[in-house]
């Protein structure tokens, strides 16, 4: 698996966190009381802010989010939006988490407009490469991947012995 530095790391962070963050009010519109999607957020933007690592503190963020996410049942849309601020907090343990918070927040916003999946997916693409890392674009470029296959929407995330 890739090392990354220290700075690499919170800069994925960040961007992870900005990702989640976009789609976040898929999933707070479905469940306007349910805070945890939000608080993983919070605790990912913490750890950017103070760079201070409490296992615990991550890890409970993490599974609170995912837990948001099997609670939203058959609404796809907010599953994938909670996911991906799972994903976004994991990042402070481990950098490649970065990947998922985008690939969550492909998933959610192709979910939210199934008539149009596959455009709404590449704009909210686009925008995750514009504002992803200067020097980490090549490498989320070539790992996040939205296809179209037989009319349907499939976001992967690439890997190889490098990831």
């Known amino acids: 698996m890739r090392k990354y530095a220290k700075e690499d790391q919170r800069l994925l962070a960040t961007w992870a966190a900005d990702c ?17 999607p939000r608080q993983a957020i919070e605790a990912c933007r913490a750890w950017v802010r103070t760079g201070v ?40 343990h481990v950098a490649q988490h970065a990947y998922g918070a985008a690939l969550y927040g492909l998933k959610a916003v192709a979910a939210a407009a199934p008539e149009d999946a596959g ?5 909210e693409r686009a925008w995750q490469v514009q504002h992803a890392p200067p020097e980490h674009r090549p490498e989320i470029e070539k790992r996040v991947v939205i296809e179209d296959r037989r009319g349907r929407v499939f976001v992967t995330i690439h890997k190889d012995e490098d990831f």
């Open 53 to 92: 690592f409490r296992m615990a503190d991550i890890r409970d963020a993490a599974l609170g989010a995912h837990a948001a996410a099997r609670g939203a049942g058959e609404n796809a849309a907010a599953c994938y939006a909670a996911r991906a601020a799972g994903q976004a907090v994991g990042t402070a």
């Open 20 to 36: 989640a963050e976009r789609v976040l009010p898929l999933f707070e519109r479905a469940y306007p009381h349910d805070g945890r």
């Open 119 to 123: 455009e709404a997916a590449a704009r």
